[in-house]
């Protein structure tokens, strides 16, 4: 399995103005998550007809959950209310690449097409060398794709206004 090692992927260009603004709405959930002092991820799910079905940011350090990602949240709220074909014709919008934990949860939930801000390899310049703020090198691309049904994946996109909420965070 390809590590994620290598230079930063191209940054994708959107194709429709839909996918800028919800993607903006869950940047802005990371820098809610900022500033009550939690590692700066948000998230926003929109089913096909442009309905807001769940909106989080990661809450880790507030809760002391370790799976308390944006992802992981918005997938919570989910489930059980929002039905399987509602979440097959939905969007995650995630400000970052989802992890690993964060790709398995938008896979269990079936949700069928995530967007993602900044990208894991450029998140990683940000985390820096620290242990306690490593992760799994791969990609939720190499998650998704073992799936048996399809889950699209557009990002890395809008980097550099996905990168604001993490400039200063990570090493201090």
């Known amino acids: 399995m390809p590590a994620l090692t290598s230079a930063p992927p191209t940054e994708t260009t959107l194709s429709n103005d839909?996918?800028?603004?919800?993607?903006?709405?869950?940047?802005?959930?990371?820098?809610?998550?900022?500033?009550?002092g939690?590692?700066?991820f948000g998230a926003v799910v929109i089913g096909a007809g442009g309905e807001l079905l769940a909106e989080a940011y990661c809450n880790t350090?507030?809760?002391?959950?370790?799976?308390?990602?944006?992802e992981t949240n918005a997938v919570r709220q989910l489930s059980p209310r929002v039905g399987r074909d509602t979440l097959a014709r939905a969007t995650l919008?995630?400000?970052a690449e989802p992890c690993v934990m964060c790709a398995g949860a938008i896979f269990w939930s079936g949700i069928g097409r995530v967007v993602f801000?900044?990208?894991?390899?450029?998140?990683?310049v940000f985390?820096?060398?620290?242990?306690?703020?490593?992760?799994?090198?791969?990609?939720?691309r190499d998650v998704f794709a073992a799936s048996p049904h399809p889950i699209e994946c557009i990002g890395p996109t809008l980097i550099d206004e996905a990168s604001v909420p993490h400039i200063g965070f990570w090493k201090t």
């Open 61 to 70: 350090t507030e809760t002391g959950d370790c799976t308390g990602h944006a």
């Open 93 to 95: 919008y995630s400000s």
């Open 18 to 36: 839909t996918d800028g603004t919800y993607l903006r709405q869950a940047i802005a959930w990371s820098c809610t998550a900022r500033a009550r």
């Open 117 to 124: 801000g900044i990208d894991a390899v450029r998140l990683r």
């Open 127 to 140: 985390r820096g060398e620290r242990a306690e703020q490593r992760d799994a090198e791969l990609s939720c």
């Open 38 to 40: 939690n590692r700066p």
